[in-house]
């Protein structure tokens, strides 16, 4: 079946500019996560969604960066004048409700000039 | 919060030998551990897990161990592949979130 899929596969925006990030879960799966990784590390969460709400947004930098997942399965990570520092590949994984095998997205590249 | 320590950060094997990777966390609430694999600009990709009741499992040329007195865990690669070359990551879920280790980067030289 499909997996997780995140559109756009690669952004470059401008310093200031606002970015919208998108992720399609495997379908049933009802937990979606975001992770942000920097090269050279490993990924770091951002925000855990149970369904349509925000279980876990401890992960966020700011409040520049927000996300939301209205109907409980896509999602949108959304960024507020973006920063050179932002500039990472932003993963999205989702899970079976009760399970904890996270499945990955191929990310978005993120490039703040 | 959960910390997770990966060593080494890159590894070098012969083609056929053995390849081992080694963590440790932090926070003893750490119930499940996952191994994911990277390949350059690909997804990560769930390729064993454990969980905190067990101290050992395999799946072929792979295998992971627990200890949970220690807070330490580890992938083992046996008869390691060229196709085996990638950056292999560890992680510890706590509550919701998983917690990465930095990564090792895996050479298989043929």
């Known amino acids: 079946g499909a997996g997780v899929s995140q559109t756009p596969s690669n952004k470059v925006t401008e310093k200031g500019k606002y970015v919208e990030l998108r992720c399609d879960p495997i379908s049933g799966h009802t937990a979606l996560y975001w992770y942000r990784q920097s090269l050279g590390q490993g990924p770091e969460f951002l925000i855990y969604?149970?369904?349509?709400?925000?279980?876990?947004d401890s992960g966020l930098p700011n409040d520049r960066f927000f996300a939301v997942r209205p109907e409980g399965s896509v999602s949108t990570l959304k960024i507020q004048r973006t920063e050179r520092g932002d500039s990472a590949v932003y993963l999205c994984?989702?899970?079976?409700?009760?399970?904890?095998?996270?499945?990955f997205g191929p990310g978005t590249r993120l490039t703040v000039l | 919060g959960e910390n997770v320590e990966q060593h080494p950060s890159t590894l070098s094997v012969q083609e056929g030998d053995s390849a081992v990777i080694k963590c440790t966390y932090s926070d003893s609430a750490s119930n499940y551990f996952p191994w994911y694999k990277q390949e350059l600009g690909k997804r990560p990709q769930l390729i064993i897990d454990i969980r905190s009741n067990v101290g050992e499992k395999k799946d072929q040329r792979i295998a992971v161990t627990l200890n949970k007195t220690a807070k330490h865990f580890s992938l083992h690669i046996t008869e390691t592949q060229p196709e085996d070359s990638a950056v292999y990551f560890c992680?510890?879920?706590?509550?919701?979130?998983?917690?990465f280790g930095a990564g090792t980067i895996l050479r298989v030289k043929s």
């Open positions: 969604f149970q369904g349509t709400g925000a279980a876990d």
């Open positions: 992680a510890a879920l706590r509550g919701n979130k998983l917690v």
């Open positions: 994984a989702s899970s079976l409700s009760g399970s904890n095998e996270q499945f």
